[in-house]
């Protein structure tokens, strides 16, 4: 299956590269301006519903692994991935609403660990927490509306932690449809 969407895998980390150096060449023209939410796959991660996050999966060519725990889908990003990153997994509460996504690998090239900790320092800015060395560290990015961003990669294994500590749960409407309890009754 990652051969049949090998071309599609290839084309999204190109466009990737592209935006991530066109953002790095207009950092340096003007004053740098850094995202103010943390963004998953390029959707902001706040009360992000699993089904959006899977149609722009999909649109990338990625299709998510046979799931036997509700809550939890995986997928492979090939077996080069984003950077050496191969894993993403992402937890969503009752009401599918992401709690959480993990992108993880073993990334053992210095050079690729540098460009993640380097992509996330050029679109977030400085860590809140935490520190990096030339793009190699441990930090946590915290946003506003409640999102956080977690990275490790000081070593081989390498993971970036998305949370949403507050997402969004689908309430009831406090209305009774008497309707549809009277076509269950029968």
Do not use: C
């Not at 060449?25 to 004053?31: G, L, N, S, Y």
């Not at 103010?36 to 796959?41: C, K, P, S, V, Y």
């Not at 460009?115 to 930090?139: M, N, Q």
């Amino acid at each position: 299956m990652l051969r049949k969407n090998a071309p599609a895998l290839t084309l999204w980390m190109l466009v990737l590269f592209f935006t991530i150096t066109a953002s790095v060449k207009a950092a340096t023209a003007e004053e740098p301006r850094f995202s103010g939410t943390a963004e998953l796959f390029g959707l902001p991660l706040n009360n992000l519903h699993l089904s959006k996050i899977q149609e722009k999966l999909k649109s990338m060519g990625l299709y998510s692994y046979p799931s036997y725990k509700t809550g939890i889908v995986s997928y492979s990003l090939g077996s080069e991935g984003i950077l050496g990153v191969t894993n993403a997994t992402i937890y969503s509460n009752t009401s599918n609403y992401i709690t959480k996504a993990l992108l993880s690998g073993v990334v053992q090239s210095k050079e690729s660990r540098q460009a993640l900790g380097e992509v996330l320092t050029t679109k977030y800015g400085k860590p809140s927490a935490g520190f990096l060395s030339e793009g190699i560290g441990r930090a946590k990015w915290f946003f506003k509306e409640g999102t956080m961003i977690e990275f490790h990669n000081s070593t081989f294994d390498v993971s970036i932690l998305y949370v949403d500590e507050q997402p969004k749960v689908a309430s009831r409407s406090g209305k009774i449809d008497v309707e549809a309890l009277s076509r269950k009754n029968k």
